[in-house]
């Protein structure tokens, strides 16, 4: 069966600092890797999809950056983290077609001091 | 373009209260939807889907029917436990590889 992995779980970063979260799928080939930030009691707000290794699209202009180095494994950066930057970050998943469901890992609390 | 919009919350019920939540959406064509579950300090969790006009997707005591006609998707529970206190979000796939998703709707059922 399929299983995603996202770790750190909390995060506590100062202002300015570099981030790095990392992302990975295991159990499938080639699927589609998504980044979404959700801020306290709000929705989902997408910030990078991947639908191939290399193949990163931007939904939101920002202070963050997405790679996929390798096939299962989707990364996400920042050079200089902001105060806003603050929030839950949650991986997802899905087959590497339309109208899939995406499967979600347990999420990065990341908090910006 | 393609868009989900749920009941606003908070709702707070007593254990075994019938539970809806209602979700319409405004898409072309025929998107396949999905109701998730968000427990506190979680990720989501896929909690159903349907692909097509009339089916039924259950799950874990939840049920919702795709209604074309009505452009809606709402999710009920006849009986709800503590342990369904979640955020739920209803969401739709209309041929693509993103999901739009509604604000998500919090419910807290007491004991």
């Known amino acids: 069966s399929q299983t995603i992995h996202q770790w750190p779980a909390t995060l506590v970063q100062p202002v300015g600092s570099p981030l790095s979260l990392e992302c990975t799928v295991e159990?499938?080939?080639?699927?589609?890797l998504y980044w979404y930030r959700q801020a306290a009691g709000r929705g989902l707000q997408l910030l990078f999809y991947?639908?191939?290794?290399?193949?990163i699209s931007s939904e939101v202009p920002q202070n963050l950056s997405a790679s996929r180095p390798q096939d299962r494994q989707f990364i996400l950066s920042s050079k200089k983290l902001l105060l806003s930057d603050s929030g839950f970050y949650l991986c997802a998943w899905s087959e590497g077609t339309v109208n899939q469901p995406q499967h979600f890992g347990d999420g990065t609390r990341l908090s910006i001091l | 373009g393609n868009s989900v919009t749920q009941m606003e919350g908070p709702v707070t019920l007593s254990e075994e209260a019938f539970l809806t939540i209602n979700c319409t959406y405004t898409a072309t064509g025929y998107p396949s939807l999905f109701w998730y579950v968000q427990y506190p300090g979680e990720g989501l969790q896929l909690l159903l889907k349907a692909t097509k006009a009339d089916d039924k997707g259950s799950n874990k005591g939840f049920e919702a029917t795709y209604r074309k006609e009505t452009t809606s998707f709402h999710l009920e529970k006849g009986s709800v436990q503590v342990s369904d206190s979640a955020v739920y979000f209803c969401?739709?796939?209309?041929?693509?590889?993103?999901?739009?998703f509604g604000a998500g709707t919090t419910v807290t059922v007491r004991a």
């Open positions: 991947s639908v191939g290794i290399g193949q």
């Open positions: 159990g499938t080939s080639n699927p589609n």
């Open positions: 969401a739709l796939n209309n041929n693509d590889y993103k999901l739009s």
